[in-house]
């Protein structure tokens, strides 16, 4: 992502030299139609600027696995900024998966099955089976990777021991109003676990 976003900047910073190089030359121009020979320094600029522009197009290039992307600076940090996105839509649908695998592997130690926690589980394995299938990212996918997801709320209360008195109890209240007084209960006193 990071080589991504270096890229989009430079890109970025090329196209505002090449729109201060198109004012020279339209300068230029009008100089040469009056008889003035154009600068040297202007023709260097436009060599460096084309150099300059090449090597950004092989790198976005490679790093967008070889596929042609016309020689415009627009198409080609278009083709950047599209990337990026599916690198941001690919990490949070990644955290998503993580939070339903977390629930889908939480264990009762209170001896019988827990009805209760094998339903959440069944819904947490069916989003991940939902979301494996899906391009989109839906309000559940920004929620569970946000973390205002009910949840990630649940792994917070069987997980998180440094929370203040306050945080607890509102954890505790939203977990028992958004999945269940049983679920709450058990996670609370430890009966649900998160195995190592």
Do not use: C
């Not at 201060?20 to 600029?45: F, M, N, T």
């Not at 973390?147 to 997980?159: A, C, E, Q, R, T």
Request: proline letters at 5%.
């Amino acid at each position: 992502m990071r080589e991504v976003n270096t890229l989009l900047e430079e890109g970025r910073r090329l196209q505002n030299r090449l729109a201060d190089l198109g004012a020279a030359l339209r300068q230029a121009a009008a100089e040469l139609d009056e008889g003035r020979p154009p600068s040297p320094d202007l023709a260097a600029s436009l060599v460096e600027v084309s150099q300059a522009f090449d090597g950004l197009h092989a790198r976005v290039q490679r790093l967008l696995g070889g596929g042609p992307i016309e020689p415009l600076l627009p198409k080609v940090l278009e083709a950047l900024e599209a990337h990026r996105k599916a690198l941001e839509a690919a990490a949070l649908r990644q955290q998503a998966l993580n939070v339903l695998e977390q629930v889908s592997s939480l264990v009762y130690r209170g001896g019988e099955e827990f009805l209760p926690l094998s339903a959440v589980q069944f819904d947490a394995l069916g989003l991940m089976r939902q979301q494996k299938e899906s391009t989109e990212l839906n309000a559940t996918v920004l929620a569970l990777a946000n973390g205002s997801h009910p949840y990630n709320l649940l792994i917070k209360l069987v997980v998180d021991k440094g929370m203040s008195n306050e945080e607890w109890v509102r954890v505790y209240q939203q977990v028992a109003q958004e999945i269940g007084q049983d679920i709450a209960v058990a996670a609370a006193r430890g009966q649900i676990v998160l195995p190592e």
